[in-house]
């Protein structure tokens, strides 16, 4: 903080608490003086007239907010979590609001893009290699909407996103892979006792994996699933079909209802030891490229197949909209390929059965 003298003025010189630099001009030096020992003092009492809300709130204390209105949803603890402890490492906890720009959010977005993927395995974080772009997107729309609810709460006058380019990648959803009818029972048939009525649910059912890991005795009933925890924070209800009656029926009756938990290995519920199972099946039945998920793809693409509708898969599966179910309608018309070869011969062999004559023709009703 200074006061100068510039031509016939004096002028105070100072930054306010959102480092922001002030200049101003007075006509004597005991006027700029006193104006600035007053602004001095607000300053430090913290009554600053000129303090925005983003200069004087820090990241942390945003993320403590946000950490506390968000940890209900289901994907706070599996994703969000690391999220927020990810933004405060890179751009700093005590960071002001105020000084974080789009170029800053950008920054962080293409570090991500270059920062491999690690695991931890007994203590030695393994390398598994870059984020995938879809992975990117995902953390980059929690920072964005961690920032629209910073202005929401009003902590922020306006977003470091808004009227700016987006930052959202391409995302490549192609890869859609899914087993075949020869293939199933090959995978089932390679997998571990405790392995194999997991795969089949998979198939039959198209749960995701934790919703089939977590699944208890109780959400079985009256011929249905009750799913009441899904990705999508919507409940929904499974029917079950004759095979897989039949798997439930076994698992209690090899288990004898031991457990709460549908699935099991060795009296407690199936963790870490999933994992390795499904790779070893996955090696015994010889198939590469395939992953866990994949056998949702798999569901969906066998009721397309057998004669269902993309209205069935979309709600069997539990997806908000068409647009995600819309990845399997080239599988509807192959099915329609098969439905409609199901007339072949019946107007191309038809002559075979019937002698034409001029007369027979002559004779036929108009």
């Known amino acids: 903080m200074a006061i100068r003298k510039r031509g016939g003025t004096w002028q105070i010189d100072y930054l306010d608490p959102g480092g922001k630099r002030v200049r101003q001009s007075f006509k004597t030096r005991k006027e700029a003086a006193a104006e600035l020992g007053k602004r001095v003092s607000l300053i430090a009492e913290g009554r600053y007239l000129d303090v925005k809300p983003e200069s004087k709130t820090t990241l942390a204390e945003l993320c ?20 927020l402890e990810n933004f405060k490492s890179s751009l700093g906890a005590d960071r002001l609001l105020s000084t974080v720009s789009f170029a800053d959010v950008e920054g962080y977005r293409n570090q991500l893009r270059q920062k491999p993927v690690t695991t931890d395995r007994n203590g030695v974080d393994v390398v598994r290699g870059l984020r995938k772009d879809a992975s990117v997107n995902r953390e980059m729309a929690c920072l964005h909407h961690l920032f629209n609810k910073a202005v929401e709460w009003d902590m922020m006058e306006k977003s470091p996103f808004t009227g700016k380019a987006s930052l959202k990648l391409k995302e490549n959803n192609k890869r859609m892979r899914f087993l075949n009818e020869d293939e199933i029972p090959s995978l089932l048939s390679a997998c571990a006792p405790h392995l194999k009525p997991i795969v089949e649910t998979a198939i039959l059912t198209g749960m995701r994996r934790g919703e089939i890991l977590s699944l208890k005795w109780e959400q079985v009933r009256n011929g249905f699933i009750y799913l009441e925890k899904t990705k999508t924070n919507e409940a929904r209800q499974i029917h079950i079909s004759d095979d897989l009656e039949a798997v439930f029926k076994d698992i209690r009756r090899r288990e004898h209802l031991k457990s709460e938990y ?26 590469q490229g395939f992953h866990f998920h994949d056998l949702r793809h798999t569901f969906a693409s066998m009721v397309l197949l057998r004669g269902g509708s993309l209205k069935d898969v979309q709600e069997l599966l539990g997806h908000k909209s068409m647009t995600m179910t819309l990845r399997y309608a080239h599988l509807t018309q192959e099915s329609k390929r098969k439905a409609v070869n199901l007339l072949n011969g019946l107007t191309r062999d038809c002559h075979k059965n ?7 023709v002559a004779n036929l009703p108009i």
């Open 354 to 360: 019937v002698t034409s004559t001029p007369q027979a």
């Open 262 to 287: 549908v699935f099991t290995y060795q009296g407690g519920p199936i963790q870490d030891n999933f994992c390795n199972a499904f790779k070893t099946a996955l090696r015994r039945a010889g198939l």
């Open 64 to 83: 403590k907010k946000y950490a506390e209105s968000f940890s209900g949803q289901s994907s706070f603890k599996r994703a969000k979590i690391s999220y």
